[in-house]
């Protein structure tokens, strides 16, 4: 069963604090993402990553910076964080498109649910 | 830009009815198109994905159809019940890597 893990459900952090989100995956995944969701916008892209040390911006990066030194790991950088940052973040992985028997869907962690104050 | 649009509204109907979602995009054609349920305080989970030369996919009580033409997707659940109350969102691929573009999602409550 394919398994993604997120450091912490919830995290509540202040203005100006520099906050680490992680995410873990074991299927040996390839690509790997960072969304976060607020009401009604649904989930935004943040960064992606298609293999290690390989990161792409996705729709919302600014404010953002990713890290994956390792295939099964994959962390989101708040540099300075801020209030409108407070959300719910959710990783996910999978493998690319065109890998055999695959039907590229992505598995997602349980979320964590940042508030910046 | 590329834009994604479900039923912003909540769809409430009764058990043992087919319930029907409505998945539109503009601005691109898609490859393939997947769809998800999220419940509440979790993570999306995947159910389905239909192809571009697919018409019509199944999966259990669980059907979609993908008209390029129109550029929608619809998501049947048929004899629903309870236990389907969740909100399913559309999310259709994006340029490469498997990146996708997910709508805002729309809430399903079936009332026993």
């Known amino acids: 069963d394919v398994k993604v893990t997120q450091s912490s459900r919830y995290l509540v952090k202040r203005t100006g604090e520099k906050v680490f989100l992680e995410c873990v995956q074991d299927?040996?995944?390839?690509?790997m993402f960072w969304y976060r969701q607020d009401p009604g916008l649904g989930l935004r892209l943040i960064y992606f990553?298609?293999?290690?040390?390989?990161?792409e911006k996705g729709d919302i990066p600014e404010g953002y910076s990713v890290s994956r030194e390792k295939k099964e790991r994959f962390s989101l950088i708040l540099e300075s964080a801020s209030t409108n940052q407070t959300s719910m973040y959710l990783c996910?992985?999978?493998?690319?498109?065109?890998?055999?028997?695959?039907?590229?869907?992505?598995?997602f962690g349980p979320g964590t649910r940042l508030t910046v104050t | 830009s590329q834009k994604i649009e479900q039923n912003s509204e909540a769809l409430n109907i009764q058990e043992g009815k087919t319930a029907t979602l409505t998945c539109n995009y503009t601005?691109?054609?898609?490859?393939?198109l997947q769809w998800y349920r999220q419940d509440p305080g979790r993570g999306p989970v995947f159910l389905l994905l239909?192809?571009?030369?697919?018409k019509e996919k199944r999966k259990e009580r669980l059907k979609v159809t993908f008209d390029t033409t129109l550029k929608q997707s619809l998501f049947h659940i048929t004899a629903s019940q309870p236990a389907d109350s969740a909100t399913y969102l559309c999310?259709?691929?994006?340029?490469?890597?498997?990146?996708?573009?997910f709508g805002a999602g729309t809430r399903l409550a079936v009332h026993p």
């Open positions: 996910a992985s999978s493998f690319p498109p065109r890998t055999s028997g695959s039907s590229y869907e992505q598995y």
């Open positions: 299927m040996d995944h390839e690509n």
């Open positions: 990553s298609y293999d290690v040390k390989m990161k």
């Open positions: 601005n691109y054609s898609p490859a393939y």
């Open positions: 239909i192809r571009e030369n697919e």
């Open positions: 999310a259709p691929i994006s340029g490469g890597y498997n990146k996708l573009i």
